[in-house]
């Protein structure tokens, strides 16, 4: 059973930088494709960034494209959203997710498309 754990959230002032990451128990859940969304008060969840299952293909929203990055590590099994620049518009919760299924190295963006869900972790940008 695949069980995602996020953590590296917490307050930060505009301009600067934190780095998520996404914890797997599941053994094989590393070769599965991952994604990351966020959920701000009042907003229905949206896309962040996505990563394919070999990790050498990735995708962005428009409104984090060049400030954030998607990555992973196979041998952790671990995923990771490192994100600079940060706004006051990018404050949120943040999920990881995972596919169960995937079709050769492609990336997700929608979030039907994934089976499994953290618990999400707040990020707030104020100063």
């Known amino acids: 059973q695949v069980q995602l754990v996020e953590s590296g959230g917490g307050l930060v002032q505009p301009g600067g930088s934190l780095r998520l990451s996404c914890a797997n128990s599941?053994?094989?859940?590393?070769?599965?494709?991952m994604g990351w969304f966020r959920q701000a008060p009042g907003k229905e969840r949206d896309f962040v960034a996505a990563?394919?299952?070999?990790?050498?293909?990735?995708f962005y929203a428009l409104s984090v494209k060049g400030r954030f990055i998607i990555s992973r590590d196979g041998a952790k099994n671990t995923g990771y959203l490192q994100m600079n620049s940060l706004k006051p518009d990018d404050t949120a919760v943040y999920y990881c997710?995972?596919?169960?299924?995937?079709?050769?190295?492609?990336?997700?963006?929608?979030?039907?498309?994934?089976?499994?869900w953290g618990q999400g972790t707040q990020v707030t940008v104020s100063s």
């Open positions: 990563i394919s299952r070999t990790g050498s293909a990735t």
């Open positions: 997710a995972v596919r169960e299924s995937f079709s050769g190295n492609a990336y997700y963006t929608n979030s039907d498309d994934y089976h499994y």
């Open positions: 599941a053994r094989t859940s590393g070769t599965r494709p």
